[in-house]
């Protein structure tokens, strides 16, 4: 097949890269305790340690979410469910600063156990962090790195097997945004389990 080069300028990594990104919901609070709550898929472990978890997420400068994390040094990572998009798309709109965006979904929360942002309860899975450290690689962008201080999902899942899990949670994908400036959403319809033999002849 033959190639060719992609340019890379603003938004490459939704526009130009093929790249299949998990789905968060971001929930944070400000000074005056209101809440926040936005779609954020640049989220990845930073240390797989059991002994010192912590995950990073990127955030726009500009945006509510970086504005209250370095604030209250908090955030609740919530992951939806692929049946949920609607309400997904709708938390990513621009609400006037101090809006709960959450209160235009059918999303309900409930307290988290060590931070004041709350988990979202439709979620499947839940990460409660405080900020550990701030990573700035460029004028536009944050990288938080949260120490985890709790991991929560719905009763009963974590004891399923690995594809049963998988199906039950229904997690969405996130592959960008289209031409239109749509954004693009993909859900699993095939999981196939391949035995490695990691021994060398």
Same mark, same amino acid.
């Given at each position: 097949? %033959?190639?060719? +080069?992609?340019?890379?300028?603003?938004?490459?990594?939704?526009? @130009?890269?093929?790249h299949l990104y998990p789905v968060?919901?971001?929930?944070?609070?400000?000074?005056?305790?209101?809440?926040?709550?936005?779609?954020?898929?640049?989220?990845?472990?930073?240390? *797989? *340690? =059991?002994?010192?978890?912590?995950?990073?997420?990127?955030?726009?400068?500009?945006?509510?979410? @970086?504005?209250?994390? /370095?604030?209250?040094? %908090?955030?609740? /990572?919530?992951?939806?469910? @692929?049946?949920?998009?609607?309400d997904i798309v709708e938390t990513?709109?621009?609400?006037? $600063?101090?809006?709960?965006?959450?209160?235009?979904?059918?999303?309900?929360?409930?307290? @988290?156990?060590?931070?004041? =942002?709350?988990?979202?309860?439709?979620?499947?899975?839940?990460? %409660?962090?405080?900020?550990?450290?701030?990573?700035?690689? *460029?004028?536009?962008?944050?990288?938080?790195?949260?120490?985890? /201080? %709790?991991? *929560?999902?719905? +009763?009963?899942?974590?004891?399923?097997?690995?594809?049963?899990?998988?199906?039950?949670?229904?997690?969405?994908?996130?592959?960008?945004?289209? $031409? $239109?400036?749509?954004?693009?959403?993909?859900?699993?319809v095939d999981i196939t389990p391949?035995?490695?033999?990691? +021994?060398?002849?």
């Open positions: 097949m %033959e190639k060719e +080069k992609i340019p890379i300028h603003i938004m490459w990594h939704i526009d @130009a890269l093929m968060t919901i971001v929930t944070t609070v400000n000074k005056d305790g209101i809440v926040n709550a936005a779609p954020y898929s640049l989220v990845l472990p930073f240390c *797989s *340690s =059991p002994k010192n978890p912590q995950i990073m997420l990127n955030v726009n400068n500009a945006w509510n979410t @970086a504005k209250n994390i /370095l604030e209250t040094k %908090e955030f609740v /990572l919530n992951y939806p469910k @692929a049946d949920q998009l609607k990513s709109r621009f609400f006037d $600063e101090g809006e709960n965006e959450l209160l235009h979904t059918k999303y309900t929360t409930s307290p @988290a156990s060590h931070v004041k =942002p709350p988990i979202i309860n439709e979620c499947y899975q839940h990460i %409660e962090c405080r900020l550990n450290r701030v990573i700035k690689p *460029s004028g536009l962008q944050t990288n938080f790195i949260g120490d985890i /201080l %709790e991991l *929560s999902m719905d +009763k009963g899942v974590y004891d399923m097997p690995r594809l049963e899990r998988a199906k039950h949670v229904n997690p969405p994908a996130y592959l960008g945004v289209d $031409e $239109e400036m749509r954004h693009v959403f993909g859900k699993i391949v035995p490695v033999d990691l +021994k060398v002849d």
